[in-house]
């Protein structure tokens, strides 16, 4: 072969092989460039994904759910006694009723003409009430001292003792002095038992000493202060 042709080879064969490096090493760089950006991505996508979840666990921690809430309600939502005892300071006190001298109460008839004598005096003997010497009724205890007495609602207050079927009067009046009674409590309990009494018997209406009707209020007020 001449010298010349065999040199020509050489160096096409170099050439060939020197290509043929060239290419693989590129293509190897290139691979190798492809895998680095693959675990890249990979990287900032496990990244992303730590993160969201991080911000998911983060929302949770503040976020509780309206029935978590409700079921277990914090401790401030129960009332202590401290709590009682303030809302007990701040609840109004209703004064108590200062017993007074008299107590009066009235029986107004329902009819027009008002109340006949001879129904006046059936009623008080059935209450037991006696005719005194100021010419009205009178509850008489057992020591024979005056509990209350009853007198006429026109001036001056009394009942005549003859011709009762041509007295009419419009209402009777009740007083007692408690102050005066060594036990006011039981006094009053049979002054409003019995003028609840007369009330039926002679229909009439109570009255307190307003001239209001007589309310289970008012009655309780005055028996509490006695």
């Given at each position: 072969?001449d010298?010349?042709?065999?040199?020509?080879?050489?160096?096409a064969?170099?050439?060939i092989?020197v290509?043929a490096m060239?290419?693989?090493g590129?293509?190897?760089?290139?691979?190798?460039q492809?895998?680095?950006?693959?675990?890249?991505?990979r990287e900032i996508?496990k990244?992303?994904?730590?993160?969201?979840?991080?911000?998911?666990?983060?929302?949770?921690?503040?976020i509780e759910?309206?029935?978590?809430?409700?079921?277990?309600?914090?401790?401030?939502?129960?009332?202590?006694?401290?709590?009682d005892?303030?809302d007990?300071?701040?609840?109004?006190?209703?004064?108590?009723?200062?017993t007074p001298?008299i107590i009066q109460?009235?029986l107004a008839?329902?009819?027009?003409?008002?109340f006949?004598?001879?129904?006046?005096?059936?009623?008080?003997?059935?209450?037991?009430?006696?005719y005194?010497?100021?010419?009205?009724f009178?509850?008489?205890?057992?020591n024979?001292?005056?509990?209350?007495?009853v007198a006429?609602?026109?001036?001056p207050?009394?009942?005549?003792?003859?011709?009762?079927?041509?007295?009419?009067?419009?209402?009777?009046?009740?007083?007692?002095q408690?102050?005066?009674?060594?036990d006011?409590?039981?006094?009053?309990?049979?002054?409003?038992e019995?003028?609840?009494?007369?009330a039926?018997?002679?229909e009439g209406?109570?009255?307190d000493?307003?001239r209001?009707?007589?309310?289970?209020?008012?009655v309780?007020?005055?028996?509490?202060?006695?």
């Amino acid at each position: 072969m001449d010298k010349e042709i065999l040199r020509i080879v050489i160096i096409a064969t170099g050439l060939i092989i020197v290509i043929a490096m060239l290419t693989w090493g590129y293509l190897k760089d290139k691979k190798s460039q492809r895998d680095m950006d693959f675990d890249d991505d990979r990287e900032i996508q496990k990244s992303r994904n730590d993160s969201e979840n991080s911000d998911d666990d983060e929302d949770e921690e503040y976020i509780e759910p309206l029935g978590s809430a409700i079921a277990n309600p914090p401790e401030s939502y129960y009332s202590t006694d401290e709590d009682d005892e303030e809302d007990d300071d701040s609840t109004p006190v209703q004064p108590r009723l200062i017993t007074p001298d008299i107590i009066q109460f009235c029986l107004a008839a329902r009819a027009a003409e008002g109340f006949n004598g001879l129904d006046l005096i059936r009623a008080f003997r059935i209450a037991g009430l006696k005719y005194g010497n100021l010419k009205i009724f009178e509850r008489i205890d057992a020591n024979q001292l005056v509990d209350f007495g009853v007198a006429c609602m026109v001036e001056p207050g009394t009942f005549p003792s003859s011709n009762l079927e041509n007295f009419y009067c419009p209402g009777i009046v009740f007083f007692m002095q408690p102050n005066a009674l060594d036990d006011a409590l039981t006094v009053f309990d049979d002054y409003v038992e019995t003028i609840r009494m007369l009330a039926i018997e002679l229909e009439g209406d109570i009255w307190d000493h307003q001239r209001h009707p007589l309310t289970e209020a008012t009655v309780k007020a005055i028996r509490h202060s006695l």
